[in-house]
């Protein structure tokens, strides 16, 4: 198995423009977590989903982040506009039973919004 | 809200040592506990997941355990070699709020 892919691996953009970071899961695993990871606040979870839909958006930071899981393999976090305090890497992990199951997560997606 | 704690923040041991790193969290409604570890750059890499029906799991030369009613978990790291030089942090999932929590991590660092 490939593991967790996530792309790209890194991603410098202007302030104010659009991101997209993009996941694909484990094959089989039926939950998707983003986090966000910065030395000032460690690892923060952002969103997760199981099956597809998201349960709980609730460390998602403003209205400006939005993710999205259409379908079991790919998962997108879109931030819009970009802010240099969302300078950050942000990882996607996978599991197979939300609650339950053991965590993997992808290479990260280190983000700098200049 | 669940807190997780890990103490010591960073840890410096002469190869060949065994050491215990420590992980605390505040709600005891937990499903599971999970230590990873981190190299520089790198994502996390899982090492050890314990359900919370469990007491230990052991993995080569790691050992974790689990008190879940004192909201306790160590990590026990035996003969440390240079290569074991990471950040490890534990993660709870817990009952309440129905999502991993993690702690802020150890950085150790083997001495040749």
């Known amino acids: 198995d490939a593991g967790v892919i996530q792309s790209p691996r890194h991603e410098v953009t202007e302030m104010g423009q659009e991101v997209t970071l993009r996941c694909k899961p484990i094959?089989?695993?039926?939950?998707l977590f983003w986090y966000r990871q910065t030395m000032m606040r460690g690892l923060e979870l952002l969103i997760y989903f199981n099956n597809n839909v998201p349960i709980d958006d609730s460390g998602m930071p403003e209205d400006r982040f939005s993710a999205k899981m259409p379908n079991a393999s790919f998962s997108t976090l879109k931030i819009q506009p970009s802010e240099p305090r969302d300078s950050a890497v942000y990882f996607c992990?996978?599991?197979?039973?939300?609650?339950?199951?053991?965590?993997?997560f992808g290479p990260g997606t280190r983000l700098t919004v200049t | 809200k669940q807190e997780v704690t890990q103490i010591p923040a960073a840890l410096s041991v002469p190869e060949g040592e065994n050491l215990v790193l420590n992980c605390s969290f505040t709600d005891s409604a937990i499903y599971n506990l999970q230590w990873f570890r981190q190299d520089p750059g790198k994502g996390l890499t899982s090492l050890l997941l314990i359900q919370s029906s469990q007491r230990e799991q052991t993995s080569g030369r790691l050992n974790a355990s689990l008190d879940k009613s004192s909201g306790r978990s160590t990590l026990y790291i035996a003969a440390s070699q240079p290569g074991d030089s990471a950040t490890y942090l534990c993660?709870?999932?817990?009952?309440?709020?129905?999502?991993?929590?993690f702690g802020t991590g150890t950085s150790l660092t083997v001495i040749p």
């Open positions: 993660a709870v999932f817990s009952n309440t709020g129905n999502q991993f929590y």
């Open positions: 992990a996978s599991s197979w039973v939300a609650g339950g199951g053991e965590q993997y």
């Open positions: 094959s089989g695993h039926n939950s």
